[in-house]
């Protein structure tokens, strides 16, 4: 499957942004989705994820209230609302796909994913 990000930008603090990933080549319904962001200087970390129904979803601690992450199956499209935003959001915003769900306690690991968008840049300034 391949995934495209995009919806990122500058914004202030306080502001929002909306991601979106497109998938096209197979099935989106079938995939479980994440996202994940990496920081200038830091390492690839996770930020939420949702599974093939759009009925379980999870998030990191830093983003637990602001964000929400959605799913729209029939448009092959996975979103990311930020709300809120921090200037510690800032990062290059990575959707990711795997076939199948997956237990809560293995959501955050990439290892994990099958496929993975190009990224996104989202800028937060103070």
């Known amino acids: 499957v391949q995934l495209q990000a995009f919806g990122g930008g500058l914004v202030q603090a306080g502001d929002s942004l909306r991601l979106s990933c497109v998938a096209s080549g197979r099935t989106f319904s079938n995939y479980a989705m994440g996202w994940f962001r990496r920081a200038p200087g830091k390492e690839r970390e996770f930020v939420a994820y949702i599974n093939t129904s759009g009925g379980s979803k999870y998030y990191a601690d830093s983003v637990k209230g602001r964000f929400t992450i959605s799913r729209a199956n029939a448009r092959d499209t996975v979103y990311l609302q930020m709300n809120s935003l921090k200037p510690e959001d800032t990062a290059i915003y990575y959707c990711?796909?795997?076939?199948?769900?997956?237990?809560?306690?293995?959501?955050?690991?990439?290892?994990?994913?099958?496929?993975w968008g190009q990224g996104t840049l989202v800028t937060v300034s103070s």
């Open positions: 990711a796909a795997r076939l199948n769900n997956l237990v809560m306690t293995a959501v955050r690991r990439p290892d994990l994913y099958h496929y």
